[in-house]
């Protein structure tokens, strides 16, 4: 059982609520991981303004939702990648792409596969990119400036990947079909 409080508009902090309100009118509801982040004004308010410039980059949404679902599969974040299976689905990605990602591997989509690598590879390396590894990206169709993008998509997913892992938020009965078990270590 969790010792994070999964915060209503109501009894979250009053900084917090906006950031609350704007998910519940985008979402229809606020999602858990947002309502356990809004214990801390500081953390939830960081992380929104992240994501609303993430969602106005260059990359389109099922690109955003490629290295989302990713990063939280790379991360080993339960509740995001059924949250981002559920959103990719939507988006467009092919099931067949989304069931790769969810099972470590590259997606068959060449674009969606060079961004999910790249994304991984940022994870993995800690951010060390080789020079191989951004003329891999750079070859699929990317710019440099949208390797700087997926930087900025891995930093706010990482917000939520970490805030999962320590909250464990309880998965919406609207994303149960899309439940994920991080594979044992």
Do not use: C
Request: glycine residues 4%; negative net charge.
């Amino acid at each position: 059982m969790s010792s994070y409080p999964v915060h209503t508009i109501e009894s979250a902090p009053a900084q917090s609520r906006p950031v609350l309100q704007q998910l519940q009118q985008t979402f229809g509801v606020v999602p858990n991981i947002a309502a356990t982040m809004a214990a801390s004004p500081v953390l939830i308010n960081g992380f929104i303004g992240l994501f609303e410039r993430v969602h106005a980059s260059s990359l389109t949404e099922p690109q955003i939702q490629t290295l989302l679902l990713t990063n939280a599969v790379t991360n080993a974040s339960e509740w995001p990648v059924a949250f981002h299976t559920a959103l990719a689905l939507k988006e467009g990605v092919r099931p067949a792409d989304v069931d790769a990602i969810r099972n470590g591997v590259l997606p068959d989509d060449p674009g969606l596969a060079a961004l999910s690598a790249l994304a991984r590879t940022l994870m993995e390396k800690r951010g060390r990119l080789g020079e191989s590894d951004q003329k891999r990206f750079l070859e699929a169709g990317f710019s440099v400036e949208q390797i700087l993008e997926v930087i900025a998509v891995v930093a706010a997913s990482t917000i939520t990947n970490y805030t999962s892992n320590v909250t464990r938020p309880p998965l919406e009965a609207r994303f149960e079909a899309f439940a994920w078990h991080a594979p044992e270590r």
